[in-house]
């Protein structure tokens, strides 16, 4: 099988990066290999590689920045996903993207199924959404997975972040009353690639009977403040912490460019139906994931 993956430097890239290799021949692609604002070249690419699956990891996903950059944002998430989601129709390959819990307005208290309206709140969220139409109309054979909290270790991810925050000051602040699944990137790339490395024997023809959008995320969901002070307790370099105290705060105490929505649990029974797959619970998984 020839696959081609877009996003490699990315948290879940990188994932699968290290899972596709398993299935066939990967070619690779970063931003240095092939710009996605440029959609004639992702179109002439595809078109020249003839691949059996597009896994599509990449994004642009600074949440606050996009506010600022609409154009730009709605070319990488939402006008690229649709070039390759002609190209996989024109090859009968297989697309695999990602989505975001963002889709929603978080203005619910029970967690979001796939068929719950959609209603984002920012320009993320709009060009995610966008991106899940275009593929929709496209491709034929395409799994849209939306995921929620996405951190790796590597990088600039919130559990990254808390670390730091933990290693520099007495005292954290961080909000409650934001809520969501944490999904590890690994994780989220191997399930996936399981999938469909079970499929993998006419993977085409699989795809396309039980083609759509499902939720896939850490099981399991929590605020940004029990995460924090979960990351905080299994920190395997507990001794470097300089911090005393974490107190919960609300959203509306950091005010950032781009709105958030506040509850966005995602419903992940739909997947695990399907699929005979989930993610373990959050709070497993980052203990492995910290464990190194
Ligand atoms: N992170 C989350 O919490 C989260 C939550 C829900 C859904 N998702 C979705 O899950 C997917 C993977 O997320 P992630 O956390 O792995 O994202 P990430 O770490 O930000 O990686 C995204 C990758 O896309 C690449 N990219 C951005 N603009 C590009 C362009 N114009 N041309 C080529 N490549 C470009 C980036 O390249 P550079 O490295 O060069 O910038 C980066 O390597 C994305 O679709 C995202 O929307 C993420």
Known sequence: MKIVLFGRKGQVGWEFERSLPALGDVISLGREELDLCHLDAVHSFLSQSKPDLIVNASGYT??????????????????APGVMAEASRQLRAVLVHFSTDYVFDGRTN???????????????GKSKLLGEENIKQASDAFLILRTSWVYSLRGNSFVNKVLGWARKNSMLKIVDDQIGNPTWARMLAEITSLLLAR???????????????????????????????????????????????????????????ATRPLFTALDCSLFENTFGLRLPPWSDTLKLAMAG
């Open 62 to 79: 600074d949440v606050d920045r996009a506010e600022s950059e609409p154009e730009l944002v709605m070319k990488v998430n939402a006008l």
């Open 110 to 124: 029970r967690p979001y199924t796939e068929t719950d309206p959609t209603h984002p709140l920012n320009i993320y």
């Open 199 to 257: 499929n993998r024997e006419n993977l085409y023809d699989r795809i396309q009977e039980q083609c759509g959008i499902f939720h896939l995320a850490g099981s399991e969901y929590t605020s940004r403040f029990e995460w924090a002070q979960q990351i905080l307790a299994s920190d395997p370099h507990h001794s470097e912490q300089t911090v005393q105290t974490i107190e919960p705060g609300r959203s509306e105490d950091f005010p950032t460019p």
